[in-house]
């Protein structure tokens, strides 16, 4: 990207490609028995560097409670590194011109999720720190909330610097677990008249799963064959509607960028209702099947959310990363799931179950009967191995990245300085003692 970019011009450029020109192709009969802008999220609170909030109150017996269950669980210490440099601009036959980083204030964010269907985060474990040319630069993180699909972000802020780069840096201890998911009694939930705080949130369409564009709207029309997608329970809506994005696209290559240093710089991502389309001259991407299938869940009105994490390995036994590769190499093992939301108004709780449409399509191009039990629909015996650590690619608020979205973002003031960006990943298991992390 230009280092001469206006922030205004960096901010249109850096979340998505998109295509355009691209016909809507025809739509096979079913067996039925402009991106959208990301919502404006409420005014977040802010909290210090503690658990979020107080023990909630006791909470109501619900029909939700035993759906689903915990398997095996495993403890792990997630770290991510994000590394802001200043841009060194190089012209032929010249010395590179190098530039400082220099801003009055800057606000910077990072998610810092409670966890998911899978996944609960040991918040008074959780660390981050930002340093400015290799010195400790802020206080503790404060978090804010009230974002959409239940993010939270860590916050800091800096002032009056001018160096040569930045470095935000984040331990995330948490506990992992296999899902085991009661389908049968799972059926049995219906619509509620008015979804939960967060799951209604996850109803909104973003820059990737715009669920408002017409493209996915005709989609999701045509394979209900014009009927309400309601008169399906929710969990037979959510498979049934799986099954659809299953056979609808076929993904193709990593959506992961590196600099000449083959460091990773983020993810190169199309909007849902590209991947809907199916372009040739791109074809989607693994992550890009999962906003698609979180954008035709949302325009069927099944509140849903993407769900990032780091995969220690893609199958039980074997240190394959992402896309079988090794994990020995620099390429990080990120994988992306959906969740969609079931709610009981009575008790006013609501249940996340995942769908990891990516390990659906590895077993078949075609979609399993509805009435057979599907292995990674709900029920999944590898989460366990993997860390959630966010809901979105790219920071749910007025923040930029450098060319690519990479999960954090920052607000710097009076302009955008100049600069390349990288991230990297790190796992390790965690030693408990006593139920909570062992000092080191």
């Known amino acids: 990207m230009d280092p001469r970019l206006s922030r205004r011009e960096a901010g249109r450029r850096i979340v998505l490609t998109s295509a355009a020109g691209l016909a809507l192709p025809g739509l096979a009969a079913s067996a039925w028995g402009a991106v959208a802008q990301p919502a404006r999220p409420g005014a977040p609170g802010t909290t210090p560097n503690a658990p979020p909030s107080a023990p909630p109150p006791p909470s109501k017996p619900s029909v939700l409670d035993k759906l689903l269950r915990k398997g095996r669980d495993r403890d792990w210490t997630l770290e991510c590194h994000v590394h802001v440099d200043a841009y060194q601009q190089v012209r032929e036959e010249q010395a590179p011109v190098l530039t400082q980083i220099r801003f009055a204030k800057a606000v910077l964010v990072f998610p810092a999720i409670l966890g998911c269907a899978s996944s609960e985060t040991l918040t008074e474990h959780w660390t981050g720190e930002v340093r400015f040319d290799d010195l400790p630069a802020t206080d503790a993180p404060v978090f804010s909330e009230n974002f959409p699909c239940g993010t939270r972000l860590a916050r800091w802020e800096l002032r009056d610097r001018v160096g040569r780069e930045v470095d935000i840096s984040v331990r995330i201890p948490m506990r992992c677990w296999e899902t085991i998911f009661?389908?049968?009694?799972?059926?049995?939930?219906?619509?509620?008249?008015?979804?939960?705080?967060?799951?209604?949130?996850?109803?909104?369409?973003?820059s990737l799963s715009d669920s408002a564009s017409p493209v996915i709207r005709e989609l999701v029309k045509s394979w209900s064959e014009g009927k309400d997608p309601k008169t399906l329970p929710p969990v037979r809506l959510a498979k049934y509607l799986a099954g659809r994005v299953l056979e609808h696209v076929q993904p193709s290559g990593s959506a992961l960028r590196f600099d000449r240093h083959q460091q990773l710089?983020?993810?190169?991502?199309?909007?849902?209702?590209?991947?809907?389309?199916?372009?040739e001259g791109r074809p989607p991407a693994p992550h890009d099947v999962v906003s698609f299938l979180v954008a035709v869940y949302r325009a069927a009105g099944l509140p849903a959310r993407t769900v990032i994490g780091y995969d220690i390995r893609e199958s039980k036994g074997e240190d394959a990363g992402f896309l079988g590769r090794n994990r020995?190499?620099?390429?990080?093992?990120?994988?992306?799931?959906?969740?969609?939301?079931?709610?009981?108004?009575?008790?006013?709780?609501?249940?996340?179950?995942?769908?990891?449409?990516?390990?659906?399509?590895?077993?078949?191009?075609?979609?399993?009967?509805?009435?057979?039990a599907w292995k990674f629909f709900g029920t999944h015996d590898e989460l366990d191995d993997v860390m959630p650590f966010a809901?979105?690619?790219?920071?749910?608020?007025?923040?930029?990245?450098?060319?690519?979205?990479?999960?954090?973002?920052?607000?710097?003031?009076?302009?955008?300085?100049?600069?390349?960006?990288?991230?990297?990943?790190?796992?390790?298991?965690?030693?408990?003692?006593?139920?909570?992390?062992a000092r080191r």
């Not at 710089?265 to 372009?279: D, F």
């Open 182 to 206: 009661d389908e049968r009694a799972a059926g049995t939930v219906k619509w509620p008249g008015a979804w939960g705080t967060v799951s209604a949130s996850a109803l909104r369409p973003d």
């Open 265 to 279: 710089v983020g993810l190169e991502l199309l909007p849902a209702s590209i991947t809907a389309q199916r372009p």
């Open 328 to 372: 020995s190499t620099r390429i990080p093992n990120l994988k992306a799931w959906a969740e969609f939301a079931l709610y009981d108004e009575t008790a006013q709780k609501e249940l996340w179950v995942p769908v990891d449409i990516l390990r659906l399509r590895s077993q078949s191009s075609k979609a399993p009967r509805l009435e057979a």
């Open 391 to 437: 809901f979105h690619y790219h920071p749910p608020t007025t923040v930029f990245a450098y060319r690519f979205p990479a999960f954090w973002g920052w607000l710097p003031t009076p302009e955008l300085p100049a600069a390349e960006q990288s991230i990297r990943f790190s796992s390790t298991s965690t030693p408990m003692q006593g139920g909570k992390p």
